[in-house]
């Protein structure tokens, strides 16, 4: 007789349903949280003339990073209007940094909690792996099922995906930081929170700033799959070139995205480089 | 009461400490015991106690537990067992805000590897036992100044830790120990990461300092030489067990055991020896009391081909020889014409290394003179029992030269 199968779908299948049913309370109250942000970055990109708003980006690139980051910001983004993708742009733009926002806000604090629980650590590390290498498309469907279409669901799992690195290398960071200079935090009275702020976290910054880079472009990426639920922006128009077979229409959106990615990195990558600089 | 008293203390890494206990104190040694269950013992039952303003080196090769006994004093590692009282509060009892205000206010330590943060400047790393006990910033500011005022390093308080020398560096860490004013320094291995030359200064330094600021310190090193340049009492350790306490003139002239005689082998004797353990009582003749004919009779007496001369307040005046005191005798000359005044003259605390080369300059002429601070006579050295001493015998220990150690 042969072994039935485990029925591991169905129990899925119901375990989604249970959450939907019992727990619409909750998300709607994250609903609640996320549209507004969302709205807020995209009413900031937007309240100015597009060309006021690409100098204002250029400005701080130059101020964050080097002159020729600042450089390629402002050829870079002028070329994206000049195809008629602003408006697309600011919508990517806005998803992509409210996924980053919430998984910072999230990933940090976890990323402390594993540095110093072993037990935490222990717990967060299989969670984390099984987040970043379960296909990026599954998380979708449950995300549809809570929150329906749109934007909303689109960054619940932009920051599912994105958020891993963020607290790997929080955690990461915080345990680098030499023994010897623990333990003179801990031989002159520190509390735990005046190690955790005067101490460990000024040393990990870089490593943290790091695992926020990656977080950053990873919901990027995430956000333009998110577009097949419905949540815009620049991943719409290459799906409906997908499906319309549109070369050249997809190249220009793909193109922008690309601009846009260069343009977070260079600019997260350098405000982890010197703490003096922006401190 | 003493500053500090280290009763029974036990640190056993491992995943059964109570067990281990059990083995310890059935006498099994650190070897045995980590073959037997795996666990590290890494100070066995340690007993001692330091005075006030006492500098006490923990000494002893890696391993031997030295490292980690500084850290049970200050509970950077918990004990498993035993207790450390300082002015009579047992600090392994205290829960963590009462050791928090302890390690703020009472203790101060300096790091092997200096331990200074990267991303603060030298004052702020001065500055920061003072602000997490919440002193106000001009406060600690002119605190951290003086403190960098007192190891010459005012003028680098806005450097960062990284663009100055090991030694610089050092020396910040110990005016961040000094900053809030503790009773106790804890030194690990304060000097070892720096290079020879650099580390004598260092040492001559904190001497310099210890001389007016009367710290309580617990030194550790593995440098024998650093260990006896500057510990009043010298702990050896080994297997996390003190084999021998000691002044160091103790260790070296009367090692515990074999293991202490093998460790202070090579030691370079004329540091360590100071005039005072190889000098000799003298005869003296006291001017305007006697004259040249008793002055012979006790050279005769004694043996020698002179005898020193002092005042009737016991200060030395000179050396009178043979010769002078025959030329006095026959010639009519007074004593104070043929006295020897330009003799060496040393206190009981003069090392040999120092004393040799100011008699070698007079090419041993006369015996070295050995006076107090009043310059009152207490002693000579002659040729003879500086090499006798450097021989490795003959090291005369009466009763007034063990006290000046």
Known sequence: MPIPKVPLDQWVDSLVNWLTENLSGLFSFITHIIEPTVGFFQMILTVAPPLVTIILISALALWTSRWSVALFTLVGLFLVANLGLWEKSTETLSLVLTASLISVILGIPLGIWAARSQVVRRIITPVLDFMQTMPA????????FFFALGAVPGVIA??????????????????????????????????????????QLPLARSTIMAGVNQTIMLSLSMVVISSMIGAGGLGAIVLQSISRLEVGTGFEGGLAIVIIAIILDRITQSLGKDPRKVA | MKKIEVENLTRIFGRNPTKGLELVRQGKSKEEILKETGMTVGVNRVSFSVDAGEVFVIMGLSGSGKSTLVRLLNRLIEPTEGSVRMDGEDVSRMDPQELRQI?????GMVFQRFALFPHKSVRENVEYGLEVQGIPKEERKEKALTSLGLVGLENYADSRPDQLSGGMQQRVGLARALANDPDILLMDEAFSALDPL???DMQDELMDLQSTMQKTIIFITHDLDEALRIGDRIALMKDGEIVQIGTPEEILTNPANSYVEKFVEDVNLTKVLT??????????LVLGKEGPRVALKRMRGGGTSTVMVVGRDRKFIGILTAEGAKEVAENGKTIE????????????DTPVSDLLPKMAEKQFAHPAVVVDQQEKLRGVVV?????????????????????SA
């Not at chain 1, 498309?137 to 549809?144: E, G, H, S, W």
């Open chain 2, 103 to 107: 390690r703020r206010t009472k203790m």
């Open chain 2, 198 to 200: 650099i580390r004598k």
């Open chain 2, 337 to 348: 014409d043929v006295l020897i005044k330009d003799a060496v003259m040393v206190h009981e």
């Open chain 2, 383 to 403: 040729r003879g029992a500086i090499f006798a001493a450097l021989a490795g015998n003959g090291v005369k220990t009466d009763a007034d030269s063990q006290g």
């Open chain 1, 158 to 199: 932009s920051v599912i995906f994105a958020m891993p690195p963020t607290i790997r290398l929080t955690n990461l960071g915080i345990r680098q930081v030499p023994g010897d200079l623990i333990e003179a935090a801990d031989a002159f009275g520190s509390t735990s929170w005046q190690k955790l702020f005067k101490v």
């Open chain 2, 275 to 284: 005039a005072g353990s190889i000098m000799k009582r003298s005869e003296a």
């Open chain 1, 137 to 144: 498309f599954v998380y979708l469907i449950p995300a549809v």
